[in-house]
């Protein structure tokens, strides 16, 4: 069995860390640069480098309406071939931990990213920029589809 990345206290007192510096950065589509832009994949993979996660996780050009034209999964493909992680929906019903990376449907496609800590869902929103949302939050939960908890590197 893998060896969940978060589990530790100091992991995730990191993780809280690197999610509070993130707050109030501005959306901005194809960017990461924290207080100036960041869109949702780009937020994901630039708190999971800044917490060890991995060194460098590159993400590619993608066009900003690509959701509202296909149903491609082009963003679980993406996350699964990047990140150290594995999808937990599949495994059991139960409650995402901190750290779990969480994958909403928006459009035609599973479109959107944001990470779980304490209840709450950190990500980019256009245009609201790095804010947090209550896990069960009525709009979003229910377009919730995947849960992916991310491991020690593989």
Not at 67 to 92: A, E, Y
Request: proline share 5%.
């Amino acid at each position: 069995m893998f060896q969940e990345y978060f589990r530790s206290g100091e992991r995730q007192a990191v993780l809280m860390q690197v999610l509070h510096k993130w707050l109030d950065t501005p959306f901005r589509h194809h960017c990461s640069v924290l207080g100036e832009g960041v869109d949702c994949i780009r937020f994901v993979a630039k708190v999971l480098e800044q917490t060890g996660v991995k060194e460098q996780i590159s993400i590619p050009d993608y066009p900003r309406d690509w959701h509202m034209h296909t149903n491609d999964s082009i963003l679980v493909v993406g996350l699964v071939q990047r990140i150290p992680c594995f999808n937990v929906c599949t495994l059991s019903n139960e409650d995402p931990i901190n750290g779990d990376i969480l994958l909403y449907e928006s459009g035609k496609a599973v479109s959107h990213a944001g990470i779980y800590f304490d209840e709450r869902v950190y990500q980019s929103l256009y245009p609201a920029g790095v804010i947090f949302k209550m896990y069960k939050d009525k709009d979003w939960f229910p377009k919730k589809k995947f849960c992916f908890r991310v491991i020690e590197g593989l």
